[in-house]
């Protein structure tokens, strides 16, 4: 019954904070504005992370969090200050990323989580001296596959609930994942505050403070998840849950590589880029890509307990 509490508050926190944040923009510099790359033709309030983050946090902290979630609070809050410079002066890759080592090493050392089961492994167990650089650079990979699939109207979002589902239906049949029920629940109604307003015609993005708290929370269950509450779930499985964005993200960063683009240009050969190249309109493109998750997603539940190789 408290998440269900705290997801219904968290949900109405970020639907009042993003219409009042969308008056504010300009004054704050944060309004997106189109160019080449982007769908969208007019400026457009780049101020839904801010319902996002708040309205996920607040229940939360008010929830008495053990030091886990205190250290994941943390993180969040230091996403949030990053992504936030970023949506209104445009820092560059570089301070981001630090941003995001900066969070991510919180969870690791004042959180103590990090990946001690590796798939492929016989046993499964690996060294903490892997586990925990490996833990550092996957979480960051799952950050920026989130921002970088945050390309069309109501597309970051809505994989995202995709991925938060499937996650607190494996936590509801571990019997042990309250944890996991209490971040997702909050992090779920800060999610569909936004999409009230971010579905298509959106009349708000949400910016790196939005779409790097998404993709760290998401990371931050998946490894909560597979490493301390279900240890039966396949460490392959978590690709699964994770989804379309890291495939995606993985097929772009290959063709920079292969067409020898940096691999921090931004260019359009993400999927939504090119189903909307192949004809079809936003909608379909978002539809195509939920389904496409949707898929992905299901097939993590149903082969949790499988070996890596099948999965």
């Given at each position: 019954?408290?998440?269900?509490?705290?997801?219904?508050?968290?949900?109405?926190?970020?639907?009042?904070?993003?219409?009042?944040?969308?008056?504010?923009?300009?004054?704050?510099?944060?309004?997106?504005?189109?160019?080449?790359?982007?769908?969208?033709?007019?400026?457009?309030?780049?101020?839904?992370?801010?319902?996002?983050?708040?309205?996920?946090?607040?229940?939360?902290?008010?929830?008495?969090?053990?030091?886990?979630?205190?250290?994941?609070?943390?993180?969040?809050?230091?996403?949030?200050?990053?992504?936030?410079?970023?949506?209104?002066?445009?820092?560059?890759?570089?301070?981001?990323?630090?941003?995001?080592?900066?969070?991510i090493l919180i969870v690791i050392f004042y959180g103590d989580l990090?990946?001690?089961?590796?798939?492929?492994?016989?046993?499964?167990?690996?060294?903490?001296?892997?586990?925990?650089?490996?833990?550092?650079?996957?979480?960051?990979?799952?950050?920026?596959?989130?921002?970088?699939?945050?390309?069309?109207?109501?597309?970051?979002?809505?994989?995202?609930?995709?991925?938060?589902?499937?996650?607190?239906?494996?936590?509801?049949?571990?019997?042990?994942?309250?944890?996991?029920?209490?971040?997702?629940?909050?992090?779920?109604?800060?999610?569909?505050?936004?999409?009230?307003?971010?579905?298509?015609?959106?009349?708000?993005?949400?910016?790196?403070?939005?779409?790097?708290?998404?993709?760290?929370?998401?990371?931050?269950?998946?490894?909560?998840?597979?490493?301390?509450?279900d240890t039966a779930l396949s460490p392959a499985a978590v690709l699964?849950?994770?989804?379309?964005?890291?495939?995606?993200?993985?097929?772009?960063?290959?063709?920079?590589?292969?067409?020898?683009?940096?691999?921090?240009?931004?260019?359009?050969?993400?999927?939504?880029?090119?189903?909307?190249?192949?004809?079809?309109?936003?909608?379909?493109?978002?539809?195509?890509?939920?389904?496409?998750?949707?898929?992905?997603?299901?097939?993590?539940?149903?082969?949790?307990?499988?070996?890596?190789?099948?999965v």
């Amino acid at each position: 019954m408290n998440n269900l509490l705290a997801l219904v508050a968290s949900m109405a926190i970020s639907m009042l904070l993003i219409p009042l944040m969308s008056r504010l923009a300009p004054r704050l510099h944060l309004v997106d504005l189109p160019d080449q790359r982007k769908v969208h033709t007019k400026p457009i309030p780049r101020v839904g992370g801010i319902g996002i983050v708040i309205g996920s946090l607040i229940p939360l902290i008010l929830l008495a969090p053990d030091r886990l979630t205190q250290a994941y609070i943390y993180g969040a809050v230091v996403l949030f200050i990053f992504g936030l410079w970023d949506d209104m002066f445009d820092i560059g890759h570089y301070p981001k990323f630090a941003g995001q080592v900066i969070a991510i090493l919180i969870v690791i050392f004042y959180g103590d989580l990090y990946v001690s089961r590796f798939p492929f492994v016989p046993g499964g167990e690996i060294a903490i001296g892997f586990g925990i650089p490996f833990t550092l650079f996957a979480m960051v990979g799952v950050i920026n596959a989130l921002n970088q699939s945050d390309g069309l109207d109501g597309l970051a979002g809505g994989v995202s609930m995709f991925s938060i589902g499937a996650m607190s239906l494996l936590a509801l049949i571990s019997m042990q994942g309250q944890q996991v029920l209490m971040i997702a629940f909050t992090m779920m109604g800060g999610v569909l505050g936004f999409l009230r307003y971010n579905t298509h015609p959106a009349r708000v993005f949400m910016g790196d403070s939005g779409s790097q708290f998404i993709g760290y929370s998401l990371a931050f269950l998946v490894v909560l998840l597979s490493q301390r509450i279900d240890t039966a779930l396949s460490p392959a499985a978590v690709l699964l849950l994770l989804g379309l964005p890291i495939a995606d993200s993985l097929v772009v960063l290959y063709k920079r590589a292969r067409g020898g683009t940096k691999i921090f240009t931004a260019t359009k050969d993400h999927l939504h880029h090119r189903l909307m190249d192949l004809g079809f309109i936003h909608r379909e493109s978002v539809v195509i890509i939920y389904s496409a998750q949707a898929v992905f997603v299901t097939c993590g539940v149903l082969l949790r307990l499988a070996s890596d190789y099948l999965v």
